[in-house]
């Protein structure tokens, strides 16, 4: 009985889908290069949330998902709003002022730190004394505690970046993360907290692409209540040190920066902390203004009574960093963001249109979701995770697109957070299926997992997974070459060799992956132990 109701819905959602969406003339190769021209053509203005470029992209992505046979996800539409604050630093009101008993000295602006964006008022003025706390690292079940021994109340903390080189890759993720280290911080009293840079990161981190950024807006969403969110309200001031602006800091303390550096480069962690001999001023002031922007959200209603309220959610951001704000009168300064995410939205929408010219209704409801916000601090997928829009539907897996790297025949993927779930049997599957190899994280120390959209719904209990073609066949030098010289800039735009057949080929594989989990028996689920479903799922 239940495969003939089944097969009744199927031909019914199919017939509707016929009827409201035909099937385009044009290959999956010109639909997602279509889709990709549009979204990254100049006028769109980079996708910044807030932006007549980014409302325009919305736009279009809501008319695709419409001939794609997609339905919007509530009575209130395609679009969930999202209530953002705009945060702009005034440069030159920016300081950093340190003293001691030897003398006083300040700091230089955008050469020697970078303050960070505040958003619950419009100037911000922190003084207390300095303390270097290793990494700001405290997990209990591992036996670290940065903190012991130090007084913090009051006061700005100093710590490098990372966490514990003897952590496992997930723990050094999770604890490496911004948000965790300034709510630790703030639990111990601190107000203020400052970042320096590791050897490792020193050497590879280009700050001069910070400073380019340094004019560029940053956004916060706003709770129901107007106010801001933030992950450590009480640390009212964060900046972040340039390796010559770390080293005037520790001059004539206990082991100056050189000294901090060598020893966490040699692999036992960074140094217990101790207070420094100094206490600082951290200001700033900032242009602050509040808009909206839109997560545009489709779904395919599961035909399954038992199941469809379970939502296995496919989400892609929209957004783009916008319009380089210091760049030099004649340079090209729209940062287009054809790959990092026209690519993964164009990959989204074939994907809707794929599933409803499957004709076959899954099993539980699928979502297909283009984020806001994800360039400022993953706030479209955090806002959507906190504040689903799917009509009390629970989202039990989310597939995250996110800047696939296209330029090049790929034969393996990677699939970020597979093993930690249930998913992962899926994804090996599915891509053994299509002749792909799937290969390890080549890159653990950069946190991908912790990096992008799907995080939002992890730390909210979902399990996850983040695909990105693989280093095999070329991978390696192309995903080199693009960070160096595309990511975020004007050059990450459609003149690129863009393989269209690659991301086709890419979007048949997250295809299959989501259809499996849309119809299989059992409901996603975490392994046993692992540590993000032990943190967040319970």
């Known amino acids: 009985m239940r495969v003939m109701r089944y097969a009744a819905a199927s031909f019914l959602f199919a017939a509707a889908a016929c009827a409201s969406a035909p099937e385009p003339a044009a290959t999956a190769e010109d639909r997602i290069r279509a889709d990709v021209a549009f979204l990254a053509d100049d006028q769109r203005t980079g996708r910044e949330p807030g932006t007549k470029g980014y409302d325009a992209a919305a736009d279009y992505v809501v008319k695709r998902m419409k001939a794609a046979g997609l339905k919007p996800a509530s009575k209130a539409g395609w679009r ?52 270097y706390v290793g990494y700001g690292v405290v997990a209990p079940e591992d036996g670290v505690d940065d903190y012991r021994g130090l007084d913090v109340a009051g006061k700005i903390v100093v710590a490098f970046d990372g966490a514990p080189p003897a952590m496992n890759t997930e723990k050094r993720a999770y604890y490496s993360s911004g948000d965790v280290k300034r709510r630790t911080a703030e639990a111990r009293g601190a107000i203020g907290f400052v970042s320096i840079m590791t050897k490792a990161q020193a050497e590879k981190d280009d700050w001069d692409r910070y400073r380019a950024r340094a004019l560029n807006a940053v956004m916060a969403w706003l709770r129901p209540d107007g106010s801001p ?17 770390a080293e005037k800091l520790f001059v004539g303390e206990r082991a100056d920066y050189a000294a901090l550096q060598a020893a966490e480069a040699a692999g036992e962690g960074a140094p217990e902390g101790f207070a420094l001999s100094k206490t600082a001023t951290l200001a700033g002031a900032y242009d602050l203004s509040d808009l909206a922007s839109a997560n545009v959200i489709g779904v395919i209603e599961g035909a399954d009574p038992s199941i469809r309220d379970e939502v296995i959610l496919l989400t892609a951001h929209l957004d783009h960093i916008g319009v ?18 026209a690519g993964g939205v164009a ?44 009509g009390g539907k629970k989202v039990v897996a989310n597939i995250n697109l996110d800047m696939p790297i296209a330029l090049y025949p790929f ?38 997992f912790i990096r992008s959209d799907h995080y939002s719904f992890v730390k909210q209990g979902a399990p996850a997974v983040f695909l990105v073609p693989g280093f095999a066949n070329g991978g390696a030098a192309a995903f080199e070459a693009f960070l160096k010289d595309r990511y975020h800039r004007p050059s990450d735009d459609v003149a690129q060799p863009i ?11 997250n295809v299959k992956i989501a259809r499996a989990l849309a119809n299989g028996d059992e409901t996603p689920a975490w392994i046993e132990g692992d540590f993000f479903g032990e943190m967040f799922a319970r």
């Open 229 to 245: 969110h933030s992950a450590a309200p009480g640390v009212k001031a964060v900046a972040s040190l340039s390796a010559p602006g």
């Open 80 to 131: 969930q709003d999202v209530p953002m604050r705009s945060s702009v630093r005034v440069i030159d009101a920016a300081r950093f002022s340190v003293s001691s008993a030897s003398g006083a000295f300040d700091l230089a602006h955008l050469d020697d730190f970078l303050l960070a964006r505040a958003f619950d008022a419009p100037s911000i003025s922190v003084s207390g004394p300095l303390v």
């Open 347 to 390: 990959t989204l929408i074939e994907a809707a249109r794929l599933f409803v010219a499957n004709g076959e209704r899954p099993r539980r409801t699928i979502a297909f979701v283009a984020l806001t916000g994800e360039e400022t601090g993953l706030l479209g997928s955090d806002y959507l995770a906190r504040y689903p829009a799917f």
């Open 324 to 341: 380089s704000r210091s760049a030099k009168p004649g340079e090209d300064a729209i940062n287009n963001g054809a790959l990092d995410n």
């Open 411 to 448: 034969t393996d993927v990677i699939a970020f957070g597979a093993e930690r779930s249930s998913l992962g049997p899926v994804v090996a599957e599915a891509a053994a299926s299509m002749g792909l190899a799937l290969s390890p994280d080549p890159m653990p120390e950069e946190n991908i």
């Open 499 to 509: 393989d269209y057949a690659a991301l086709a080929r890419f979007t048949e594989l």
